[in-house]
C-alpha cells in the first residue's frame, strides 16, 4: 500500500484548504483512512479518521472547522480544512488502517506541509 498526500501550501488565518491522499494497493475490505498532524516539536496527534464503513471521529481541536470524506471509487480521502488558525501550522499525514483476519496494518504517507499565518 502507498500514499500520496497532497494540498498543503501556505493560508492566511481564516482561510480554507482541501487536503486529498490517494491510496494504491489492495488497501483491503475493512480500512480506515484518515489525517493527523504534527506540528513542530509536538507529538503526532488524529485530526480525523473515516472508517471503511462510514464511520467518522475529529480530534477536538477540528470539531466544527474540518470536514473529512473518502471517495471509495478513488481510494482517496480528503480534509476540507475551514477557519485555518495559526495553531493549525503541522505537517499533515495521512494514515491508512488496513484489518485483515484480526491484525491491523498501518501505511502512513509521506507528509504535505501546511502554514497558517495570522
Same mark, same amino acid.
Given at each position: ?11 492566511? %488565518? ?58 471509495? %471509487? ?15 501550522? %503541522? ?28
Amino acid at each position: 500500500v502507498q500514499l500520496q498526500a497532497s494540498g498543503g501550501g501556505l493560508m492566511q %488565518a481564516g482561510g480554507s484548504l482541501r487536503l486529498s491522499c490517494a491510496a494504491s494497493g489492495n488497501i483491503g475490505n475493512s480500512n480506515a483512512m484518515g489525517w493527523y498532524r504534527q506540528a513542530p516539536g509536538k507529538q503526532r496527534e488524529m485530526d480525523a479518521v473515516v472508517a471503511s464503513g462510514g464511520n467518522i471521529n475529529y480530534g477536538d481541536s477540528v470539531k466544527g472547522r474540518f470536514t473529512i470524506s473518502r471517495d471509495n %471509487a478513488k481510494n482517496t480521502v480528503y480534509l476540507h480544512m475551514n477557519s485555518l488558525k495559526p495553531e493549525d501550522t %503541522a505537517v499533515y499525514y495521512c494514515k491508512l488502517v488496513k484489518y485483515y483476519y484480526y491484525k491491523e496494518y498501518d501505511y502512513w504517507g509521506q507528509g504535505t506541509l501546511v502554514t497558517v499565518s495570522s
